[in-house]
């Protein structure tokens, strides 16, 4: 349980070393409530909801802002990294990650 809501947990390994648990609400169409991503470098994160609230959101929420270009999460990272040298945004394996998720996302291939 979770924030008063069952979860279920799953399990994802990649044959690179990399492991991502989730662990979604089915009742809440298995929103994930929490997330540990691993791998075999030692590298972890993990995402947790502290508070939940189950209301319909403003309209506004959905508006594209104003001079909103879209980039890939790859391109976010190596324009983090110019604007701040020395520094990562999300550093280049979890960018990795979030980029092959980005692309497939828009594969209605892999949608399927």
Not at 73 to 100: L, S, T
């Amino acid at each position: 349980m979770i924030l008063g809501h069952e979860v279920a947990q799953a399990v994802v390994e990649d044959p690179d070393g990399d492991r991502t648990e989730t662990w979604v609400a089915p009742d809440l169409d298995c929103y994930p409530l929490r997330e540990a991503l691993s791998s075999d470098d030692g590298y972890y994160q993990e995402h947790v909801v502290t508070r939940l609230e189950e209301i319909e959101p403003p309209d506004s929420i959905f508006e594209v802002p104003r001079g909103y270009v879209e980039a890939s999460p790859k391109q976010v990272e190596a324009a983090y990294a110019a604007k701040y040298p020395g520094h990562r945004f999300w550093g280049e394996k979890m960018a990795a990650i979030v980029d092959k998720r980005y692309f497939n996302s828009r594969d209605p291939e892999k949608r399927k």
